[in-house]
């Protein structure tokens, strides 16, 4: 009876040093398979962003972009930008307030979900952004990509022909996706 109840329990040990080896393996492949996820995620949203956009997809696009941060990085942009040339020119200074004025109701105007439609519909002229030609003018450029935080994926972009003109598109994490959030467009009109 003793020999019995102490094969049985010889039994439960190895079953219970099996179950935890076989625990212990598919935990350490979900969590590795999470990490990887959680790594390549900010390049799946670059992919989604350059599909949407490949195949005009509005909707698509909008899911990836986060308009408000997107909004007041373009802004920002620009009005650095206005200021910035007409320092060169040596006109005379328009004031900040002014530059907001005049930048904020076209920034916001075209920064939407409905903005985004037109421009891919190519109905806003103004915008002049061909994008029909999206893949040859990425193959023109130097394009780098990588973390500059947990939560801040950038992706520089450089002109092979003309190096001063540089964009960087960023990425910032939202929840367990990415978004875009921000251009900077700083180096691409030399002052």
């Known amino acids: 009876m003793f020999d019995s109840l102490s094969e049985k329990l010889k039994s439960l040990k190895s079953i219970d040093k099996k179950t935890i080896i076989i625990g212990a ?5 979900i969590v590795t398979t999470a990490s990887v996820g959680a790594y390549y995620s900010p390049f799946l949203t670059l992919n989604n962003i350059k599909n949407a956009t490949a195949n005009r997809n509005a909707e698509a696009l909008s899911q990836e972009i986060d308009f408000p941060s997107l909004r007041t990085s373009i802004k920002e942009n620009i009005k650095a930008q ?3 040339q007409v320092a060169g020119a040596g006109t005379s200074k328009p004031t900040p307030e002014l530059v907001e004025k005049i930048v904020s109701p076209a920034v916001d105007k075209i920064v939407t979900p409905e903005g985004l439609e ?3 519909l190519d109905q806003i002229t103004e915008a ?3 994008l029909r ?3 040859r003018d ?3 450029s130097d394009i780098k990509m990588g973390y500059e935080s947990f939560d801040r994926f950038v992706i ?3 002109d092979k022909v003309d190096r001063a003109k540089d964009v960087s598109l960023i990425l910032k994490r939202d929840g367990l996706a990415w978004k875009l959030a921000g251009i900077d467009i700083s180096k691409l009109v030399e002052s």
């Open 25 to 29: 393996a598919i935990s350490t492949g």
């Open 82 to 84: 206005v200021l910035k």
């Open 118 to 120: 037109q421009l891919m």
């Open 128 to 130: 002049k952004i061909d």
């Open 133 to 135: 030609h999206l893949d």
């Open 138 to 140: 990425i193959a023109k």
């Open 156 to 158: 520089h972009i450089t």
